[in-house]
Protein backbone atom coordinates (compact mmCIF):
# COMPACT_ATOMS: atom_id res chain seq x y z
CA UNK A 1 0.00 0.00 0.00
CA UNK A 2 0.83 3.81 0.08
CA UNK A 3 -0.04 5.55 2.94
CA UNK A 4 -0.15 8.68 4.58
CA UNK A 5 0.07 9.79 7.78
CA UNK A 6 -0.98 12.47 9.62
CA UNK A 7 1.41 12.72 12.63
CA UNK A 8 4.26 11.23 11.35
CA UNK A 9 7.12 12.47 13.96
CA UNK A 10 5.52 11.45 17.10
CA UNK A 11 6.04 8.78 19.71
CA UNK A 12 3.77 6.30 17.90
CA UNK A 13 3.78 8.02 14.28
CA UNK A 14 8.01 7.16 14.35
CA UNK A 15 6.95 3.68 15.31
CA UNK A 16 4.27 3.17 12.83
CA UNK A 17 6.26 4.18 9.89
CA UNK A 18 9.18 2.37 10.35
CA UNK A 19 7.09 -0.97 10.63
CA UNK A 20 5.44 -0.02 7.64
CA UNK A 21 8.22 0.44 5.75
CA UNK A 22 9.94 -3.18 6.85
CA UNK A 23 6.74 -4.55 5.84
CA UNK A 24 6.97 -3.43 2.39
CA UNK A 25 4.88 -0.55 1.94
CA UNK A 26 5.47 3.36 1.33
CA UNK A 27 4.73 6.33 3.57
CA UNK A 28 4.21 9.28 2.65
CA UNK A 29 5.16 11.29 5.84
CA UNK A 30 3.59 14.62 6.53
CA UNK A 31 5.85 16.69 9.01
CA UNK A 32 5.17 20.24 10.20
CA UNK A 33 7.45 22.76 8.75
CA UNK A 34 10.30 22.07 5.67
CA UNK A 35 10.46 18.58 4.53
CA UNK A 36 13.83 19.85 3.30
CA UNK A 37 17.03 18.33 4.96
CA UNK A 38 15.01 14.58 6.20
CA UNK A 39 17.47 11.72 5.80
CA UNK A 40 16.37 9.77 2.86
CA UNK A 41 15.21 6.07 2.94
CA UNK A 42 14.13 3.89 0.68
CA UNK A 43 9.70 3.86 0.84
CA UNK A 44 9.50 7.43 2.82
CA UNK A 45 8.65 10.61 1.20
CA UNK A 46 8.47 13.76 3.75
CA UNK A 47 5.55 16.33 2.62
CA UNK A 48 5.50 19.42 4.58
CA UNK A 49 1.66 19.99 5.90
CA UNK A 50 1.36 22.60 8.81
CA UNK A 51 -1.96 20.24 10.45
CA UNK A 52 -4.71 22.78 9.13
CA UNK A 53 -4.74 23.64 5.58
CA UNK A 54 -7.32 21.53 3.22
CA UNK A 55 -5.74 22.69 0.34
CA UNK A 56 -2.04 21.95 1.33
CA UNK A 57 -3.68 18.17 1.92
CA UNK A 58 -5.25 17.39 -1.32
CA UNK A 59 -2.36 16.68 -3.08
CA UNK A 60 -0.58 14.56 -0.55
CA UNK A 61 -3.60 12.54 -0.88
CA UNK A 62 -3.54 11.57 -4.82
CA UNK A 63 -2.58 7.99 -5.17
CA UNK A 64 -2.85 7.03 -1.24
CA UNK A 65 -4.17 4.01 -0.59
CA UNK A 66 -5.19 4.36 3.66
CA UNK A 67 -4.74 7.43 5.88
CA UNK A 68 -3.48 6.85 9.68
CA UNK A 69 -4.48 10.52 11.12
CA UNK A 70 -2.11 10.71 14.40
CA UNK A 71 -2.20 14.38 14.38
CA UNK A 72 -2.27 16.13 18.15
CA UNK A 73 -0.69 18.19 20.06
CA UNK A 74 1.32 15.63 23.12
CA UNK A 75 -1.33 15.55 26.10
CA UNK A 76 1.15 15.09 28.78
CA UNK A 77 3.79 17.37 26.97
CA UNK A 78 2.72 20.70 30.13
CA UNK A 79 0.26 21.34 32.45
CA UNK A 80 -3.46 21.40 31.23
CA UNK A 81 -3.84 25.44 31.61
CA UNK A 82 -6.84 26.66 29.92
CA UNK A 83 -4.59 27.69 26.62
CA UNK A 84 -2.98 23.90 26.83
CA UNK A 85 -6.61 22.63 26.63
CA UNK A 86 -7.70 24.62 23.74
CA UNK A 87 -4.07 23.09 21.63
CA UNK A 88 -4.67 19.85 22.42
CA UNK A 89 -8.07 19.67 21.45
CA UNK A 90 -7.74 22.48 18.38
CA UNK A 91 -5.05 20.31 17.08
CA UNK A 92 -6.85 17.22 16.81
CA UNK A 93 -9.88 19.14 15.53
CA UNK A 94 -7.84 21.01 12.63
CA UNK A 95 -6.58 18.00 11.47
CA UNK A 96 -9.69 16.10 11.03
CA UNK A 97 -11.71 18.71 9.62
CA UNK A 98 -8.89 19.57 7.55
CA UNK A 99 -8.83 16.00 5.95
CA UNK A 100 -12.81 15.27 5.92
CA UNK A 101 -12.78 18.67 3.37
CA UNK A 102 -9.59 17.48 1.29
CA UNK A 103 -10.92 14.09 0.66
CA UNK A 104 -14.71 15.74 -0.32
CA UNK A 105 -12.53 17.93 -3.13
CA UNK A 106 -10.92 14.57 -4.20
CA UNK A 107 -14.51 13.55 -4.32
CA UNK A 108 -15.93 16.51 -6.05
CA UNK A 109 -12.98 16.56 -8.89
CA UNK A 110 -13.76 12.76 -9.45
CA UNK A 111 -10.53 11.66 -7.84
CA UNK A 112 -9.36 8.12 -6.29
CA UNK A 113 -9.81 8.77 -2.82
CA UNK A 114 -8.50 6.43 -0.14
CA UNK A 115 -9.71 3.25 0.55
CA UNK A 116 -9.18 3.24 4.49
CA UNK A 117 -8.89 5.73 7.23
CA UNK A 118 -7.43 4.73 10.87
CA UNK A 119 -8.05 7.50 13.02
CA UNK A 120 -6.33 7.52 16.56
CA UNK A 121 -8.16 8.45 19.61
CA UNK A 122 -7.51 7.18 22.89
CA UNK A 123 -8.77 4.72 25.65
CA UNK A 124 -9.58 7.94 27.93
CA UNK A 125 -12.52 8.25 25.85
CA UNK A 126 -14.72 5.68 28.60
CA UNK A 127 -14.12 7.78 31.72
CA UNK A 128 -12.49 8.08 34.85
CA UNK A 129 -12.45 5.41 37.51
CA UNK A 130 -10.27 5.44 41.11
CA UNK A 131 -10.58 1.77 41.80
CA UNK A 132 -9.70 -0.80 39.15
CA UNK A 133 -12.11 -3.60 41.62
CA UNK A 134 -15.09 -1.60 41.01
CA UNK A 135 -14.12 -0.47 37.27
CA UNK A 136 -16.38 -1.41 34.48
CA UNK A 137 -15.06 -3.49 31.69
CA UNK A 138 -14.54 -0.87 28.87
CA UNK A 139 -15.11 -3.00 25.50
CA UNK A 140 -16.17 -1.01 22.07
CA UNK A 141 -19.85 -0.34 22.76
CA UNK A 142 -19.04 1.09 26.14
CA UNK A 143 -20.45 4.13 26.12
CA UNK A 144 -18.68 7.93 26.30
CA UNK A 145 -17.44 9.07 30.02
CA UNK A 146 -16.96 12.09 31.70
CA UNK A 147 -13.58 14.84 32.01
CA UNK A 148 -11.86 16.65 29.33
CA UNK A 149 -9.75 13.36 27.72
CA UNK A 150 -13.66 12.00 26.91
CA UNK A 151 -14.92 15.37 25.54
CA UNK A 152 -11.44 15.43 23.18
CA UNK A 153 -11.52 11.86 22.37
CA UNK A 154 -15.15 12.02 20.96
CA UNK A 155 -14.58 15.33 19.34
CA UNK A 156 -11.07 14.09 17.69
CA UNK A 157 -13.47 11.05 16.76
CA UNK A 158 -16.17 13.10 15.19
CA UNK A 159 -13.75 15.18 13.44
CA UNK A 160 -13.31 12.48 10.91
CA UNK A 161 -16.68 10.36 10.71
CA UNK A 162 -18.16 12.28 7.26
CA UNK A 163 -15.32 10.06 5.35
CA UNK A 164 -17.69 7.20 5.66
CA UNK A 165 -20.38 9.01 3.88
CA UNK A 166 -17.38 9.74 1.43
CA UNK A 167 -17.17 5.67 1.20
CA UNK A 168 -13.81 5.42 3.16
CA UNK A 169 -13.58 2.33 5.10
CA UNK A 170 -12.71 3.87 8.61
CA UNK A 171 -11.49 2.23 11.75
CA UNK A 172 -11.29 4.31 14.95
CA UNK A 173 -8.26 3.57 17.38
CA UNK A 174 -8.57 4.09 20.80
CA UNK A 175 -5.14 3.87 22.29
CA UNK A 176 -4.01 2.78 25.84
CA UNK A 177 -1.14 4.28 27.50
CA UNK A 178 1.98 2.76 25.63
CA UNK A 179 5.01 1.00 26.71
CA UNK A 180 8.17 1.30 24.46
CA UNK A 181 11.26 3.10 23.53
CA UNK A 182 11.27 6.06 21.49
CA UNK A 183 12.56 5.79 17.77
CA UNK A 184 15.61 7.60 18.95
CA UNK A 185 16.63 5.45 22.10
CA UNK A 186 15.56 5.66 25.65
CA UNK A 187 12.06 4.82 26.87
CA UNK A 188 9.14 6.95 25.71
CA UNK A 189 5.44 8.12 26.49
CA UNK A 190 4.20 7.78 30.24
CA UNK A 191 7.41 5.82 30.99
CA UNK A 192 9.97 8.90 30.59
CA UNK A 193 8.63 10.14 33.79
CA UNK A 194 7.88 7.00 35.40
CA UNK A 195 11.01 5.39 35.24
CA UNK A 196 13.83 7.29 36.31
CA UNK A 197 12.56 7.12 40.16
CA UNK A 198 12.86 3.22 40.25
CA UNK A 199 16.85 3.57 38.55
CA UNK A 200 16.98 5.59 41.45
CA UNK A 201 15.67 2.91 44.25
CA UNK A 202 12.82 5.79 44.53
CA UNK A 203 9.86 3.91 42.89
CA UNK A 204 6.73 3.18 43.58
CA UNK A 205 2.76 3.74 43.07
CA UNK A 206 1.43 6.87 42.11
CA UNK A 207 -1.59 7.99 44.15
CA UNK A 208 -3.34 5.32 45.74
CA UNK A 209 -2.58 2.57 43.44
CA UNK A 210 -5.63 1.03 43.16
CA UNK A 211 -6.26 3.13 39.81
CA UNK A 212 -6.79 0.94 36.61
CA UNK A 213 -4.20 1.33 34.57
CA UNK A 214 -4.24 -0.17 30.88
CA UNK A 215 -1.53 -0.28 28.76
CA UNK A 216 0.11 -2.09 25.42
CA UNK A 217 3.50 -2.64 24.12
CA UNK A 218 4.63 -0.92 21.12
CA UNK A 219 5.15 -4.09 18.95
CA UNK A 220 0.75 -4.34 19.38
CA UNK A 221 0.62 -1.12 18.38
CA UNK A 222 2.39 -1.47 15.15
CA UNK A 223 1.15 -4.68 14.60
CA UNK A 224 -2.47 -3.60 14.97
CA UNK A 225 -2.00 -0.88 12.75
CA UNK A 226 -0.63 -3.05 9.90
CA UNK A 227 -3.51 -5.65 10.26
CA UNK A 228 -6.04 -3.22 9.93
CA UNK A 229 -4.83 -1.39 7.29
CA UNK A 230 -5.08 -5.09 5.57
CA UNK A 231 -7.64 -6.27 6.72
CA UNK A 232 -10.57 -4.78 4.12
CA UNK A 233 -13.32 -6.78 5.57
CA UNK A 234 -13.54 -4.96 9.18
CA UNK A 235 -14.07 -1.50 10.29
CA UNK A 236 -14.98 0.77 13.42
CA UNK A 237 -14.19 1.21 16.86
CA UNK A 238 -10.88 -0.89 18.07
CA UNK A 239 -9.37 -0.15 21.86
CA UNK A 240 -5.42 -0.44 21.41
CA UNK A 241 -5.19 -2.12 24.40
CA UNK A 242 -3.30 -5.66 26.04
CA UNK A 243 -5.94 -7.82 27.41
CA UNK A 244 -3.93 -8.30 30.68
CA UNK A 245 -5.98 -5.26 32.70
CA UNK A 246 -3.43 -4.40 35.87
CA UNK A 247 -3.78 -1.49 38.74
CA UNK A 248 -1.25 1.05 39.21
CA UNK A 249 -0.18 -0.55 42.37
CA UNK A 250 0.38 -4.11 40.07
CA UNK A 251 2.20 -2.03 37.32
CA UNK A 252 4.39 -0.21 39.61
CA UNK A 253 6.00 -3.73 41.28
CA UNK A 254 5.89 -5.18 37.35
CA UNK A 255 8.41 -2.08 36.90
CA UNK A 256 10.47 -2.76 39.78
CA UNK A 257 10.79 -6.26 38.53
CA UNK A 258 11.86 -5.57 35.24
CA UNK A 259 14.83 -2.93 36.52
CA UNK A 260 15.90 -4.93 39.37
CA UNK A 261 14.68 -2.05 42.04
CA UNK A 262 11.85 -2.21 44.56
CA UNK A 263 8.65 -0.21 44.61
CA UNK A 264 8.06 1.04 47.58
CA UNK A 265 7.90 4.53 47.76
CA UNK A 266 4.44 5.78 46.90
CA UNK A 267 3.82 9.18 44.72
CA UNK A 268 1.14 10.97 47.03
CA UNK A 269 -1.86 12.29 45.01
CA UNK A 270 -2.09 15.63 46.77
CA UNK A 271 1.96 15.85 45.34
CA UNK A 272 0.59 15.28 41.95
CA UNK A 273 -2.43 17.45 42.24
CA UNK A 274 -0.64 20.10 43.17
CA UNK A 275 2.22 19.77 40.09
CA UNK A 276 0.09 18.94 37.34
CA UNK A 277 -3.86 20.27 39.02
CA UNK A 278 -6.51 18.46 36.31
CA UNK A 279 -4.05 16.29 34.35
CA UNK A 280 -3.12 14.47 37.16
CA UNK A 281 -6.57 13.28 37.43
CA UNK A 282 -6.90 12.43 34.34
CA UNK A 283 -3.12 11.04 33.29
CA UNK A 284 -2.48 9.30 36.49
CA UNK A 285 -4.49 9.45 39.50
CA UNK A 286 -7.50 7.68 37.49
CA UNK A 287 -7.83 5.21 34.51
CA UNK A 288 -9.75 2.82 32.61
CA UNK A 289 -10.13 -0.89 32.10
CA UNK A 290 -10.06 -1.11 28.32
CA UNK A 291 -10.58 -4.61 26.35
CA UNK A 292 -9.37 -5.37 23.11
CA UNK A 293 -12.53 -6.93 22.08
CA UNK A 294 -13.48 -6.32 18.91
CA UNK A 295 -9.35 -6.41 17.75
CA UNK A 296 -9.53 -10.02 19.58
CA UNK A 297 -12.92 -11.42 17.82
CA UNK A 298 -11.19 -10.08 14.29
CA UNK A 299 -8.22 -12.45 14.72
CA UNK A 300 -5.41 -10.32 15.92
CA UNK A 301 -3.12 -12.70 17.76
CA UNK A 302 -0.95 -10.27 20.74
CA UNK A 303 2.94 -9.89 20.46
CA UNK A 304 3.23 -8.61 24.04
CA UNK A 305 0.10 -9.60 26.35
CA UNK A 306 2.09 -9.89 29.23
CA UNK A 307 2.89 -6.76 31.27
CA UNK A 308 6.33 -8.19 32.96
CA UNK A 309 7.40 -9.46 29.11
CA UNK A 310 6.34 -5.89 28.07
CA UNK A 311 8.33 -3.99 30.48
CA UNK A 312 11.78 -6.38 30.24
CA UNK A 313 11.71 -6.45 26.56
CA UNK A 314 11.31 -2.35 26.81
CA UNK A 315 14.21 -1.71 29.54
CA UNK A 316 16.38 -4.31 27.80
CA UNK A 317 16.59 -1.74 24.68
CA UNK A 318 16.85 1.18 26.99
CA UNK A 319 19.99 3.20 25.69
Known sequence: MHILILGSSGFLGSHITFHLLQQGHTVRAAVRGTAAGRPPQKGLAYAAWDGMDAAALVPLLHDVDAVINLQGENIGAARW??????????????????????????????????????????????????????????????????????????????????????????????????????ASGGVGGFLERMLPPFLYFLGGPVGSGRQPMSWVHMSDVTQAVRFLLEREDVQGIFNISAPMQVNMRQFASALGRACSRPSWLPVPGFVLRLALGQMAEELVLNGQKSLPVRLKLAGYSFQCPDLDQALVETLRRRA
Do not use: M
Not at 150 to 168: F, I, N
Open 81 to 182: TAARKQAIAQSRLNAGHALTAALQTLRDRGLRLPGTLLQASACGYYGLWQDAATAPDCDETYPRGQGFLADVCALWEESTARAEALGVRRCILRFSPVVGQK
